[in-house]
């Protein structure tokens, strides 16, 4: 999708603005889909909160997981059932990993109140396809055509940038490469005039996502390495933060880590690098890297970049887990001391090797062996946050306090947006968006309490 810088609306373009109900379920991946199709359809997006003010419904799902599917198929439900009521009904439009696990014929035999599907074969067609459902000209259509900024959600302070759609690898239990498809890298052009968009509308902060960041370039000519990448971003005027999530743990080279430390601000030393498990042969059967010495990429990390803040991600129940194996997984937690952990109970996902497995393991031994990780997890996140009490670190201001008055949210630098912690900062002068230098006073599990 080609990408169009903002525009200053004038008076008859904030008039004509397209009233729109949206909602983006899944990733940070599906919800910059949202936030670019919704600024690229030539005319100003105004959104609303009530589905019958709109003349758009639109609908971001995703799939690549039963309970996803289910979430997604409620919210398509839901908005059939309420747009029956409305005298004058909006186009709704429905997209993302259910269309592409799915298929739009199947879904609109089971949905056909739905006016349109937007599949993820073609993300680039969906404007095009979007402007002509709506009966607009199509964005690329128009001429001299306003060019238009992403429609953000994410508030002042971040903005998530999307470097490449699908996926270069093949795990055994993973169901994206057949919903989004192989790997196609944004160019550099397109994602250093994306960010100059987001900065220049008071972003501070960019997360770099992916199904795998760390692959950037690999499909592209002369394959260019993320390391050209982040040094295009790094000198943007604004750009107070860099982070880089969903890095696959044999893209977390030495010479990225190096980069890393070598670099200093805006890139942080954060590094989200789904790991999955820990045993060797639950690896092997994963079809994941390192299944030889699982230990390696932490023990890089640790050696090269020792003040990282490192985020993982591991399955437990994986078919076939036996106790001895889930005992090595506790370990490895206990050892590598992760700021950050998501733990997932597997899900046998139809058309996936895993699921054909056998020694499936029962639900309630999974639930049970997440619960695990995550108790030990929380004594290990209190400890390392305790550490920081009497420090005095600047927090980036996300928002206000939806109860608290005087209160906001925000984030210091080893927190990312949305998945990990936050900190509760206080005190003169802090508005969202800002970064305000802090002293940290408390420490929960999981969150900070700062005073500006
Ligand atoms: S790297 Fe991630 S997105 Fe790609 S196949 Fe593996 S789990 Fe799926």
């Known amino acids: 999708m080609s990408y169009h810088a903002p525009m200053k609306t004038t008076a008859s373009h904030r008039a004509a603005a397209l009233p729109v109900w949206s909602l983006s379920l899944g990733c940070p ?42 979430e997604s198929v409620r919210a398509v439900l839901d908005a059939v059932q309420h747009l029956s009521r409305c005298r004058r009904k909006p186009l709704l439009a429905v997209a993302g990993c259910l269309v592409g696990r799915y298929g739009a014929e199947e879904l609109a035999r089971e949905l056909p109140e739905v006016d349109l599907w937007l599949p ?80 220049a509308q008071g972003v501070r902060e960019l997360a770099l996502v992916a199904q795998d960041v760390s692959s950037w370039g690999h499909d592209l000519v002369d394959k260019p390495s993320l390391l050209s990448l982040l040094d295009s971003l790094m000198g943007l005027e604004g750009l107070t933060w860099l982070r880089l999530l ?10 990225l880590l190096r980069f890393i430390r070598d670099a200093g601000a805006p890139l942080l030393p954060y590094l989200d690098i789904p790991l999955q498990h820990a045993h060797p042969e639950v690896l092997g059967r994963m079809g994941r890297p390192f299944a030889d010495d699982p230990r390696k990429v932490v023990d890089r990390v640790r050696d090269i970049l020792p003040q990282a803040a490192l985020r993982t991600s591991l399955i437990v129940g994986y078919p076939g887990e036996s106790e001895a194996q889930f005992e090595t997984l506790c370990r490895f937690v206990e050892e590598s001391r992760f700021h950050h952990l998501g733990v997932f109970a597997y899900q046998a996902e139809e058309g996936t090797r895993a699921a054909a497995l056998p020694d499936q393991i029962p639900d309630d031994v999974k639930e049970e062996r997440r619960n695990t990780l995550m108790e030990l997890q929380a004594d290990i996140s209190e400890s390392l946050l305790a550490c920081e009490v009497g420090q005095h670190l600047p927090v980036l201001v ?18 990312a947006p949305e998945v990990d912690g936050i900190t509760y900062v206080s005190g003169p002068g802090i508005a969202p968006g800002a970064l305000v230098e802090c002293d940290i006073v408390e420490n929960t599990d999981y969150d900070l309490t700062a005073l500006a």
């Open 120 to 199: 993820t074969a073609d993300l680039s067609s969906w404007p095009t396809m979007l402007a002509q459902a709506l009966g607009l000209p199509s964005a690329t259509d128009l001429p001299n055509a306003p060019v238009w900024g992403r429609l953000l959600s994410t508030g002042p302070s971040y903005a998530w940038l999307k470097v490449g759609e699908g996926c270069r690898h093949n795990c055994a239990f993973c169901t994206i490469p057949s919903i989004r498809g192989r790997l196609r890298s944004e160019p550099v052009a397109a994602l250093t005039a994306e960010a100059r968009t987001l900065l």
């Open 29 to 70: 991946k599906n919800r910059v889909d949202s936030e670019r199709l919704l600024g690229s359809l030539g005319l100003p997006v105004k959104s609303v909160a009530h589905m019958g003010r709109a003349r758009l419904v639109f609908i971001n799902t995703c799939g690549f997981i039963a309970p996803a599917v289910q």
């Open 246 to 255: 969903y890095l696959y743990p044999s893209g977390v080279t030495p010479d």
């Open 398 to 415: 996300d928002s206000v306090h939806g109860e608290w008055p005087g209160l906001h949210v925000g984030r210091v630098w080893f927190q």
